[in-house]
């Protein structure tokens, strides 16, 4: 893995935001797979502020996102889609139909499942995969387990992760939902360029076991260690653990 320390949250987000804008110009057709939460909050900002004004032409850009909480009304402001219109979508020339996203209120979930692995194949695979990380050490949904599922799926969000998300339910974790769309780990992996970021030193220990602990299922983040071209992206608080 490939580790790049920086001062602060703003330098790190400012810094993805070049890596990103550089890759949508040296390549139009990018498909970027991308995170919802709190870290990437500084990413977004920079690209809504360095594409306006059709400074970037994100028209032939394909996205992905990770996941989608099930069972919401398609009209939750709760809904991590809403989340990605108003912090990046609706900022940029993106074309509505290139937006790939789960539908956490379709009929048949594990169809819903198949439709967006589909997706991804037929768009020829994410370019491009940016991940956020639970301080348990999830990506996406994919939590702490015995066994990690492959492929996009429906998933039980531990007590840990719904109080993680509790903010965006007004504060009571009792309010987020039980379960979860998410791209599993094979999802993950088969993206051609990972780039993992984490701030804040409540994420320390699992950046710690991710880069310098075994491969194990319970810390899933860590099986990105067999993953050739990972770039993990660390504020001084996330790296306070790291050796060297
Ligand atoms: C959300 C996602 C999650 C988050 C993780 C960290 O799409 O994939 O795995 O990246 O829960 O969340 P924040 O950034 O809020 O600490």
Redesign the pocket.
């Known amino acids: 893995m490939n580790i790049e320390r920086f001062e602060d949250d703003e330098l790190l987000s400012a810094a993805l935001a070049t890596r990103v804008l550089e890759s949508i110009v040296a390549r139009p057709t990018l498909v970027l797979g991308l ?6 909050l500084g990413l977004y900002r920079e690209l809504r502020e360095r594409s306006g004004g059709n400074l970037i032409d994100w028209s032939q850009v394909r996205t992905f ?3 989608e909480f099930a069972g919401l009304d398609p009209a939750s402001p709760n809904r ?1 889609r809403a989340f990605m219109q108003a912090e990046l979508f609706d900022h940029v020339s993106i074309d509505p139909a290139n937006i790939g996203f789960l539908n956490g209120s379709a009929p048949d979930l594990k169809t819903e499942c198949r439709r967006y692995e589909d997706a991804i194949d037929q768009a020829g695979g994410i370019d491009l995969q940016i ?5 348990n050490g ?4 994919n939590e702490p387990a015995d066994g990690l599922c492959s492929h996009t799926h429906v998933a039980e969000l531990e007590t840990e ?1 719904r109080e ?2 509790a903010q965006w339910f007004g504060g009571d974790w009792r309010n987020v939902p039980e379960r979860a769309l ?1 791209m599993g780990m094979a999802t993950i992996l088969n993206a051609r360029k990972i780039i993992l970021i984490a701030t804040g030193a409540e ?1 320390a220990d699992a950046v710690h076991g991710m880069i310098e602990g075994l491969i194990s299922t319970r810390l899933p983040a860590s099986i990105l260690q067999v993953h050739p071209r990972v770039t993990v992206m660390v504020d001084r608080g996330a790296s306070q653990r790291l050796s060297g």
Request: charged content about 10%.
């Open positions: 995170p919802t939460g709190r870290t990437p996102n990770l996941d991590y991940l956020g990380i639970g301080a999830h990506i996406g949904f992760s993680a998300n998410s994420k």
